[in-house]
């Protein structure tokens, strides 16, 4: 539907705001976010006709992976204008495993947009974006969406959203009808009907069926708006009726404090209503110089940076893309001054200068040029090829560092090697390239398992990266189970004599090593000891003992794991005054402490690891079992702010494996967790029996 052209909410005042409104669209998966995305782009005459996910048609959703999975796994760009504002529009996935990429656009909006569908309503991940959006202290607004879908009730939606996050909660609109009779909505501002028909809206009568509810709520939305403002209250107070203007500009300072939260509603999907979100953003949303100014680190010290479009530049790269035809783009949002194609900034970071030779408007993954980007609004930049997400470009000589988004943790991994030999070098590039657009993505080898890991946020997030791994960059990878860094320590004592002795014509080898090995303490590492007396053998011989020892433990003990926590002592041996050498005694040594590992109780170690769960109290005595079933133990529960708990427990890092997504079925999404390796731990002996059985030591 064309934008209909009905004017800024709240009457007939001609819009006067200059600028840009810097706008996240966050919630749940299946909202409709880039549905409503795409009518906004088409409201406002930014693009011809409507686009499709399933057929990459849609403006933001364009990636092959998008388009197979009909759902949006990056954050998108859709610039648009109503009036003389520009409103970038940054769409983000919805679905858990993308987080990171939410974090990344609300890092540079300056108003989130949650949606919700009116099926669906509130679930996990509406729950998350909005204390994302409380910790950074972004004004929010919440767009009812597909009210023209079966069994949508607007009620109860406003009332869940009352219910979960309090009194500033603002209904601005009312639907007209529900589900397929859903035609229109109500303007409380204007206490005006707008019907459409035809894919335009008219102004109406608001209908008789709907004008006891109507003045009511909009009865309401006044004594709440007129709270706000003394002499406003005053006046209310003394019967007179405040004009729409006034109860918009006293909302809008309500908005940008975070006070109110504004509910409207409509249809993505049949453009109902979203002309007025349009104009509604542009008259009410915060102007990037009306939020707190941005605080950047500059060495140990810290200051603020308003957004003045006359001060020094300061541009941050909050996303890297990576195009096959142009390259590295990088989406930077100007917080200061303004940059120019030409303009040559400092990365923070290296402290290299990078020229902006191209600056470009990316619509999705259309670009086009501009000439000059001003505080407040986001630009790409393609072609920085030292730039990666998080950096700074800042003014010569001022190495300020705007602080980067926080990225979503790695948990869940998967070891993965090249399908065709030859092919690491490659595999290592294309990952590292990954990693440039997708911080999310952690890449580990790992020396005690051989084996390269790939860590991601969930198992969708990793199946999109090899996915993209092999369209991109050519490089088909294979997946295998993710070993265990298990390792071996003893816990008696023994000794042992290790015999070297070759003949071969001529010089030959020859070297005895008498060692005693003993058990160390968790953690105390490798000692060893010279208690050799009477030259048994040359002192110029006994460090090749030692490294022998060494290379042996590390070789494995009795189960094949690296040997850990003990003590070698040399005490005594034997050699020749011609055939023993350095390998003769480093071979005595390994020889040696092969047979004595025997006779000194070996035990296998496991990794164990701090779990730390954030939960909600409802979900204690769920969680608790399933860590307990895990064999770890809880070392207690701490109480947290609305309603949730934090517990902390010690848990094999063999029973973690995949806790990311055993924790979101089992939470239905609500639960997060953080681990960090703490200590090894002998492992139960029931277990070695099985772990041996199953080929695994």
């Known amino acids: 539907m064309p934008w209909a052209g009905l004017g800024p909410i709240g009457g007939d005042r001609p819009m006067t705001a200059t600028g840009v409104r810097n706008i996240a669209l966050v919630g749940q998966n299946g909202s409709g976010k880039t549905t409503l995305a795409e009518a906004l782009l088409f409201a406002t005459g930014a693009i011809k006709r409507t686009g499709a996910v399933d057929d990459g048609s849609a403006a933001c959703d364009f990636e092959p992976e998008e388009i197979k999975s009909h759902m949006s796994l990056s954050l998108a760009l859709a610039p648009c204008s109503v009036g003389a504002v520009r409103l970038n529009i940054v769409d983000t996935p919805g679905f858990p495993d993308f ?289 990666l997400t998080g950096d700074t470009l800042a003014p010569k000589g001022m190495p300020v560092v705007v602080p980067p988004a926080e990225v979503e943790p790695s948990l869940l991994s998967i070891a993965i090697r090249p399908k065709s030999k030859g092919d690491e070098d490659k595999l290592m590039t294309g990952l590292h390239r990954l990693q440039e657009e997708d911080p999310a993505l952690v890449v580990e080898h790992v020396d005690e398992t051989h084996q390269t890991l790939l860590r991601g946020t969930g198992e969708t997030h990793l199946s999109v990266s090899i996915d993209r791994l092999a369209r991109k960059f050519g490089v088909e990878v294979e997946i295998e189970d993710v070993r265990v860094p298990y390792r071996e320590t003893i816990t008696a004592s023994a000794e042992a004599e290790g015999k070297y002795k070759k003949q071969s014509g001529g010089h030959g080898q020859f070297g005895v090593a ?11 590492g490798f000692q060893f000891v010279d208690k050799v007396v009477g030259g048994a053998i040359p002192r110029q011989y006994i460090p090749a003992v030692e490294k022998g020892i060494v290379e042996a433990m590390a070789h494995g003990g009795v189960h094949g794991y690296p040997v850990v926590d003990l003590r070698a002592v040399c005490i005594d041996g034997k050699s020749h005054p011609v055939d023993s050498s350095e390998m003769s005694f480093k071979m005595a040594g390994s020889l040696a402490f092969r047979e004595a590992i025997v006779n000194a109780a070996p035990v296998i170690l496991e990794p164990i690891s701090r779990v730390t769960v954030t939960i909600p109290n409802s979900m204690q005595g769920p969680v608790l079992g399933d860590l307990t079933g895990r064999r770890g133990r809880v070392q207690g529960t701490e109480p947290l702010l609305e309603g949730r708990l934090e517990v902390n427990a010690f848990v094999p890092t063999s029973e973690m494996q995949r806790y990311a997504v055993d924790l979101r079925s089992l939470t239905g999404g609500r639960g997060r967790f953080r681990t960090v390796h703490d200590h090894y731990s002998p492992v139960p002996a029931n277990l070695v029996d099985r772990l041996t059985k199953a080929g695994r030591v």
């Open 514 to 524: 008498c060692i005693r090995i003993e058990p160390l303490g968790n953690g105390e």
């Open 99 to 387: 987080f990171s990429e939410v974090r990344l656009a609300c890092s540079v909006a300056d108003l989130v947009v949650v949606v919700i569908g009116a099926v669906e309503g509130i679930g996990p991940q509406t729950e998350a974006v909005w204390e994302l959006a409380e910790q950074r202290n972004l004004p929010r607004l919440v767009f009812v969406n597909k009210l023209d879908r079966e069994q949508a009730q607007f009620d109860r939606i406003l009332s869940d959203l009352q219910q979960a996050f309090g009194a500033g909660i603002a209904p601005l609109e009312l639907p007209i009808g529900e589900a397929s009779s859903f035609r229109g909505i109500l303007d409380l501002f204007t206490d005006r009907a707008i019907i459409y028909e035809g894919g335009r809206g008219r102004i109406s009568d608001i209908p008789d069926d709907l004008a006891a509810t109507e003045h009511l709520v909009r009865e309401q939305l006044v004594e709440g708006i007129v709270v706000g403002d003394d002499a406003l209250m005053e006046r209310y107070l003394n019967g007179e009726v405040p004009s729409s203007n006034e109860l918009e500009d006293v909302f809008a300072t309500g908005l940008a404090d975070g006070l109110v939260f504004p509910v409207v509603c409509g249809s993505a999907a049949t453009g109902v209503g979203v002309d007025r979100l349009a104009s509604l953003l542009a008259e009410i949303a915060p102007h990037p110089s009306a939020r707190p100014p941005l605080v950047v680190r500059a060495g140990d010290t810290v200051q603020e940076v308003g957004c003045d479009p006359d001060g020094p530049p300061l541009a941050h790269v909050f996303k890297t893309m990576s195009d096959p035809y142009v390259g590295k783009i990088s989406l930077a949002r100007v917080f200061s001054g303004s940059i120019k194609a030409g303009t040559v900034l400092m990365n923070s970071r290296t402290r290299v200068d990078e020229r902006l030779h191209v600056l470009e408007q990316l619509q999705g993954k259309e670009g086009k040029p501009v000439d000059e980007a001003r505080a407040g609004d986001i630009v790409a930049v393609p072609k920085l090829a030292d730039v």
